[in-house]
């Protein structure tokens, strides 16, 4: 018998169907106790009920760890709790949950007009979301149903004031996941701390407000699906990364990862589907440390999507783990593999001050995940083959191709903007930034990102 029932109500996903509407799963909902603690729980079954998804969990663990000479590493203690505890949600919400209770329901849909609280500041002003309009849009040659989502500020007293993200808008496809986001400085990233959102992935930290994407959300798991996130702050609760494969109906989560406890050892860490790669990068091109980089190299949807890797970088510290290289400094470049740019991160929203938080799905042979710039998708490594080749990308004024040819440049509606005839070269710069897409004669095609 089902002893408590906690409902959640989460407008959780941008879906017109609980079953089809597929971005990307953030690892479960993420609450902190009041204490600083991480609660979590281990899925056992789910069912659907009346557009609803039922998840049943068992056992429930708290998780922190002892005070050490550095807050990501010390002693993992597991402590199995009961009663009840406050809890704070990811939209700022506090409640009250029984901790023996086996079942949490989510809300799985969003309509037209429907609207939630998507970021949460400290002082307890919001921003709130809301889908303001549905379009059946082609993306080139793929025609599909894509609901708009729009950002606007609300002050302490639930007043609406004036910021200059107000009216910004996010465009989520049906079958395609997102087609644009916003990017780091569109949203209150200098508002908070002068620091980057401390998770960029829907998951939050209490002590910096609340940053929850609910959009980024499947329900429909099967056998075989895999995902992974990771969750980054500067005080507590700790570092905790998730790396979660379904391996069988009643057995959804098959590994936990944490913070390491040696020098680039990670515990319950299952190479055989999750790699390690060994990475160097410099600080001002002067001192370099060893960086191991977690991730995966994952592959491309429909070979116009971008490949997603996760990301990680560390310092040997004074003790005897592998310290997050808050205390670095200055500016550095890494290469990741199957990516082919370097990318610069500073101290202030970069790697080393309070890391990159990678998120991804894997369903088949279809991967969902979020890109290295959190912007409107992917300034990484695009699949060569049926690829025109083209450079720069992200461009900001004139593309280039490294053979000449016909090439039609078109926007997310499918709209033809430009056509040139034996060409080797197009100016963009009368473009507005976002996302576009190009093919050539030969039938190829490329997405590209103008800045």
Known sequence: MKKHLIVVFLLLNIFA???????????????????????????????????WLRYAFSPLWFSNRKPGVSPWCGILNHTSKVGQY??????????????????????????????????????????????????????????????????????????????????????????????????????????TVKNSLDSLVGLSNPNRGFFVNYSDAIYNYEVGDEWCYSRYASETPPKEFALIKITGKTAYIDSTVYACDKKTKWEDFDTSWFTFEQYQFSIMNTNNFETPFWGVQIGSIDNIWPFVKGIRANKYGSDSCTQVGSDLGGYYQY??????????????????????????????????????????????????????QLYPNPVK???????????????????????ENHTTQLSLSHLQPGIYFITDSAGRRAKIVKE
């Open 86 to 191: 406050m809890l704070t949600k990811g939209d700022g919400e506090e409640h009250f949950v029984t901790v023996t209770g086996d079942t949490l329901l989510l809300r799985t849909r969003t309509e037209l007009h429907d609207e939630w609280i998507f970021y949460t500041y400290p002082n307890g002003a919001v921003v709130k979301a809301k889908v303001i309009k549905k379009d059946l849009v082609t993306v080139v040659d793929i025609q599909d149903s894509v609901k708009w989502i729009e950002l606007n500020y609300y002050d302490s007293t639930g007043a609406f004031s004036a910021k200059d993200y107000n009216g910004l808008q996010m465009a989520i496809s049906k079958n395609r996941g997102w087609l644009k986001r916003f990017t780091m400085n569109e949203f209150p990233f200098y508002e």
């Open 17 to 51: 169907n609980a079953q089809n509407w597929s971005t990307a799963w953030n690892g479960g909902v993420q609450y902190y106790l009041a204490g600083g603690s991480v609660y979590s729980f281990r899925i056992t079954k789910t069912d659907t009920v009346n557009g």
């Open 397 to 419: 004024d004139v593309l280039y191709f490294t053979q000449p040819g016909e090439y039609t440049v078109y926007d997310l509606t499918g709209k033809q903007l430009l056509k």
């Open 335 to 388: 290469y990741v593999f199957g990516v082919d740019r370097y990318y610069t991160y500073s101290s202030m929203g970069g790697v080393q001050w309070n890391n990159k938080s990678i998120t991804y799905i894997k369903k088949g042979n279809i991967v969902w995940g979020t890109p290295f710039d959190f912007g409107a998708l992917s300034t990484g490594h695009f699949p060569q083959a049926g690829i025109i």
